[in-house]
């Protein structure tokens, strides 16, 4: 849906309660008590009432904004938003387009979005030929950013050591599906088929941790394709065939391991263009979840918003 058919639909927020309440009722509803699956609605205080039994649950309980009093406009026109391009909103952006006053309470239901983009993607296991890597995403924590205005020791959270990472920024294990092309390649283009795509933060890249993740995150059967790192060296022990690939030359590695490459670069691009320098350690997670996602539906187009909109009556936050 673009924005302006979203504002001929929902004009209001009494429209967007009846088209909240609508697909509510199309899910279905089942009363905690009697299980009965009938209700009627009460418009006077936005609750569902058991047509068996009489017990009620309001509109916004057991979807994502249970426990939120902010309009059902803000959380409809946030998800067309967040869905309708490639790059992502920052929350002050979004706090100015909705017009309201605190910062916050947009911020959280961003996050809230967020995470129920990551629970829809982590119900999915990727498969077939898989190319892996770890990307460093610039990060600060909490800790860092009050020693930056306490002390003047000249600890710049973007001097940090490159190669595997340093300390300041967030190890990011990457993993995308990538089948070699049966077509000639064209030019410029990479010579493998993309699929689906996962980003994880990481504690360590351990082999240990990353066999861990790998267990979550991809099919046994599947064949992993990375470079010699040594985190990568119990990979067999967990999926059916690992092939390694030692490339030094930027160039050429870049064609062995195309997609790896593209996506992290792609994804350093959209979160820094909302944050412009360092984000905090805790929700790096969360906007790769929402890179992913829809990187993942990238052929959706218009049904995108939709389609999150159900994932969000259907998650809860906590
Ligand atoms: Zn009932």
Not at 126 to 132: D, P, T, V
Not at 274 to 293: A, G, K, P
Request: charged share 30%; with cysteine; proline share 3%.
């Amino acid at each position: 849906m673009n924005l302006r058919k979203f504002f001929e639909k929902y004009p209001d927020e009494a429209s967007c309660i009846e088209g909240f309440k609508k697909k509510r009722l199309e899910m279905g509803i089942v009363c905690k008590k009697c299980q009965h699956t009938e209700h009627s609605f009460r418009k006077t205080d936005l609750k569902f009432q058991c047509k068996k039994c009489g017990s009620r649950i309001s509109l916004r309980s057991g979807t994502v904004m249970e426990n939120s009093n902010l309009p059902f406009q803000y959380w409809m026109l946030c998800i067309e938003l967040m869905t309708l391009s490639k790059k992502s909103f920052s929350a002050l952006e979004m706090q100015r387009i909705l017009g309201h006053k605190r910062y916050e309470p947009i911020w959280l239901m961003m996050h809230k979005i967020r995470r129920v983009m990551s629970k829809r993607d982590e119900k999915y296991k990727l498969e077939g030929c898989i190319e892996f890597d770890e990307g460093f995403f610039e990060r600060v924590d909490n800790k860092d950013v009050i020693d930056d205005k306490d002390d003047n020791n000249g600890d710049n959270p973007k001097q940090g050591k490159r190669g595997r990472g340093s300390e300041r920024q967030a190890k990011v294990l990457v993993m995308v599906e990538s089948e070699p092309s049966i077509s000639a390649p064209k030019k410029g283009k990479p010579n493998r088929k993309v699929g689906y795509l996962k980003m994880v933060v990481m504690e360590d890249l351990k082999s240990e941790t990353i066999n861990k993740e790998v267990q979550k995150s991809v099919e046994k059967t599947a064949s992993v394709l990375s470079d010699g790192y040594t985190g990568y060296s119990k990979l067999k022990e967990v999926i059916a065939k690992h092939q390694v690939v030692v490339e030094p030359d930027k160039k050429k590695s870049a064609k062995v391991f195309p997609w790896v490459n593209r996506t992290i670069s792609n994804a350093k691009k959209v979160i820094l263009g909302i944050h412009h320098n360092c984000i905090n350690q805790q929700y790096v997670q969360n906007y790769l979840d929402e890179f992913c996602y829809k990187f993942n539906r990238r052929y959706f187009g218009d049904r995108l918003s939709q389609r999150l909109m159900i994932a969000a009556l259907e998650t809860t936050w906590y």
